[in-house]
């Protein structure tokens, strides 16, 4: 696993690297202090995770997050913040982070918030002391975090099972016009232009 850390704390990034570098999976770690050469490197895509704070100079954690998406990055991002204020986790996930932790996580949390957001899952970590703390997302989490419909989610799910637009239509007991409105709904928020492709992505997003 190739992990990207950004913070402008040094002794913070030490730390942290010395925790990953002890991880039999983790095959090499960069640190940067800034947002804007952390976007250069993800927009390269030859990572396979990031650890960012939201305090960042030159580019901060929020418009890392932005301009990643524009680019429609598909490194996984992790939120690792002092803040607890509610309105930066909401925003952090709405941006398209996998997981918001606090930095008073422990060694073994932050490892196993690692472990699960490169399986592809959305986790929330409250800040206690146990791993018991750390919240994995549903999928109506998931959706909500794409701008998703539930109907939208259902759909999606049931194209993931193969059906067609007409089974579907059968299924939810609605129109094929309406399957098929769902569907470019769906093209349009993945921003994909096929079933297979918008499949992908969203595994590659992190919908189980």
Not at 121 to 134: N, P, R
């Amino acid at each position: 696993m190739k992990i990207l850390l950004v913070d402008d704390h040094q002794l913070f990034l030490d730390g942290l690297t010395s925790l990953l570098a002890a991880s039999e999976r983790v095959e090499s770690i960069l640190t940067v202090n800034n947002g804007r050469d952390a976007c250069a490197l993800l927009k390269s895509g030859a990572f396979d995770i990031a650890l960012i704070d939201l305090r960042l100079p030159i580019m901060d954690g929020f418009s890392l997050l932005e301009a990643l998406s524009r680019a429609h990055s598909l490194v996984p991002v992790i939120v690792v913040s002092a803040s607890r204020d509610p309105d930066d986790i909401r925003r952090a996930f709405e941006l398209g982070a996998m997981s918001f932790i606090p930095k008073s996580s422990t060694g073994q949390q932050i490892l196993e918030t690692i472990e699960a957001v490169s399986k592809g899952e959305l986790v929330y970590q409250s800040g206690g002391d146990s791993a018991g703390d750390a919240h994995q997302f549903s999928s109506e989490d998931w959706a909500a975090q794409h701008n998703m419909t539930q109907r939208q989610l259902e759909v999606l799910r049931l194209v993931r099972q193969g059906l067609s637009n007409q089974a579907i239509a059968e299924q939810l007991h609605v129109s094929l016009a309406t399957v098929k409105s769902h569907i470019s709904a769906i093209f349009q928020i993945l921003d994909t232009q096929s079933r297979s492709e918008s499949i992908k992505k969203a595994h590659q997003l992190g919908l189980d």
